[in-house]
Structure formats: structure tokens, C-alpha cells
């Protein structure tokens, strides 16, 4: 079991920053690539970016390529997502997710279906 409890997000003029967090609980963090997705209201959730395990490899939606930057640090169980550039567009909630599946080096999962487990989701909100 994966438990997953985001934070950072918040309300931030466009062209702004924020710094989203995801703390993870149990022993399989470090096994699994971990996602951030998003959700607008009325719209489907969406895939935003995913981590491979070692944290060597990163795959971006392309409106927010060059803008965001996903990050996890293994010891302390923690992945992050940098977002620079802020847009009204990239209002939603953000959402933290971790891969269904163990122990596999080169997975870069995009599709909603792929992660097991979900965080709460923290609101982030940018105005023109």
C-alpha cells in the first residue's frame, strides 16, 4: 500500500511559481515511477508528468514543457513538481499518483489507468 498526501498548492498570478509536493508512505516509493496529473472542472483528469523510479528519466505534457519540472528524492520518499511560468490555463487540481507497477527501470506511465495509487489533491489556482 502506497498512501500519498500532496501539498504547496495555493493561488498565484500568472507568470508566477509554485512548488507542489508529495509525501509517500510505505516501502515500495523507490520501486515504483511516480505522475503528477491535473483536473479542471467539467474536464477529465489529465497527465502532466511522470518519474521513473531512479529518478533519471522525466516525460512532460507538451504545454507544460521548458515551464515545469518534476523531481523525487528517494530517501526521503518525497516527489515534487516545480511549476514556473504559470498560466490561467494550468488551473486545476493536482494530483500525485504512483505506478501500479514494482521494480521497473524504464517505465514512464502517461495514462490515468496505469497508477494504483492517488493522493487527495491540492488546488491550484492562476489569475490573469
Known amino acids: 500500500q502506497v498512501q500519498l498526501v500532496e501539498s504547496g498548492g495555493g493561488l498565484v498570478q500568472a507568470g508566477g511559481s509554485l512548488r507542489l509536493s508529495c509525501a509517500a508512505s510505505?516501502?515500495?516509493?523507490?520501486?515504483?515511477?511516480m505522475g503528477w496529473f491535473r483536473q479542471a472542472p467539467g474536464k477529465e483528469r489529465e497527465f502532466v508528468a511522470t518519474?521513473?523510479?531512479?529518478?533519471?528519466?522525466?516525460y512532460y505534457i507538451d504545454s507544460v514543457k521548458g515551464r515545469f519540472s518534476i523531481s523525487r528524492d528517494n530517501a526521503k520518499n518525497t516527489v515534487a513538481l516545480q511549476m514556473n511560468s504559470l498560466k490561467p490555463e494550468d488551473t486545476a487540481v493536482y494530483y500525485c499518483?504512483?505506478?501500479?507497477?514494482?521494480?521497473?527501470?524504464?517505465?514512464?506511465?502517461?495514462?490515468?489507468?496505469?497508477?494504483?495509487?492517488w493522493g487527495q489533491g491540492t488546488q491550484v489556482t492562476v489569475s490573469s
Open positions: 499518483a504512483a505506478d501500479s507497477v514494482l521494480l521497473s527501470w524504464d517505465r514512464l506511465p502517461s495514462r490515468v489507468v496505469d497508477y494504483a495509487y
Open positions: 518519474i521513473s523510479r531512479n529518478g533519471a528519466s522525466t
Open positions: 510505505g516501502r515500495t516509493f523507490s520501486s515504483r515511477a
